[in-house]
């Protein structure tokens, strides 16, 4: 199906989001990608993102309450829905699938 499969950021926002849970807010999603893949992670290029998700129908999101701290602006949280966490759990079979046809490949990454 066209627009279902995921690409590299996209499955990795995705993960982080599922990882985060209930904390799942862009400031906090994008220190957990840069505290995980050692790489920077922009505000604006997650914020695509994340509505990119949404859009496919693979995140959903809400407004939380406001907050003193912020100003009283409201948090934006998202969660991973069902057709989500399909689409990860089809992402990681095709991954495992591809590893486990890598005849003689070791951990330091030599062929």
């Known amino acids: 199906m066209k627009g279902t499969n995921l690409g590299e950021y996209e499955e990795l926002v995705l993960l982080t989001v599922a ?16 505290k995980h893949t050692d790489r920077s992670a922009k505000l ?6 994340l509505n990119r998700l949404e859009e496919k129908g693979l995140l959903k999101s809400h407004l939380g309450e406001a907050t003193a701290t912020r100003g009283g602006k409201r948090k934006r949280y998202y969660e991973v829905t069902q057709a ?28």
Not at 22 to 27: K, L, N
Not at 86 to 110: C, D, H, M, P, Y
């Open 44 to 49: 604006g290029v997650v914020h695509a993102v």
């Open 19 to 34: 990882a985060l849970a209930s904390e799942a807010y862009s400031v906090a999603i994008c220190d957990e990608l840069e």
């Open 84 to 111: 989500g966490k399909l689409a990860l759990t089809k992402t990681r079979q095709v991954r495992e699938t591809l590893w486990q046809l890598i005849k003689g490949f070791n951990l330091e990454g030599s062929i």
